[in-house]
Nanobody
Framework: QLQRLESGGGSVQAGGSLRLSCAAA????????LGWFRQAPGKDREGVSC????????YYAESVKGRFTISRDGATKMVYLQMDSLKPEDTAVYHCSAGCLGDLSNSAGHYHFPGVSAWGQGTQVTVSS
């Protein structure tokens, strides 16, 4: 049974912004990477972003780089995803996860993350044109 860890989803017009929050404490005990992935109807899961809780290093999918910003609060074990300049193709259910998923990159390089070990129920994000 998945827990509802995420909040902040909703419906916005293209160009708008949303801020997702994740109360990640239930999935963080043995993980130092926390992230977000999304899944649109009929599509595979897509890694969106990830952050290291130990040093704050961040990773992003090319499709969201420059538009989304991940952050975390170590004291409260909250993880956030600020989403700006939203596009209709960003429409999906967004899940908070323990671990990272897929091909992500940062200034240091490109990385492939094999999968996540735990995730939340998700929150719906709908972007209309």
């Amino acid at each position: 049974q998945l827990q509802r860890l995420e909040s902040g989803g909703g419906s916005v017009q293209a160009g708008g912004s949303l801020r997702l929050s994740c109360a990640a404490a239930p999935i963080t005990p043995n993980n130092y990477l926390l992230g977000w992935f999304r899944q649109a109807p009929g599509k595979d899961r897509e890694g969106v972003s990830c952050i290291s809780t130990s040093d704050g290093v961040t990773y992003y999918a090319e499709s969201v780089k420059g538009r989304f910003t991940i952050s975390r609060d170590g004291a409260t074990k909250m993880v956030y995803l600020q989403m700006d300049s939203l596009k209709p193709e960003d429409t999906a259910v967004y899940h908070c996860s323990a671990g990272c998923l897929g091909d992500l990159s940062n200034s240091a390089g490109h990385y492939h993350f094999p999968g996540v070990s735990a995730w939340g129920q998700g929150t719906q994000v709908t972007v209309s044109s």
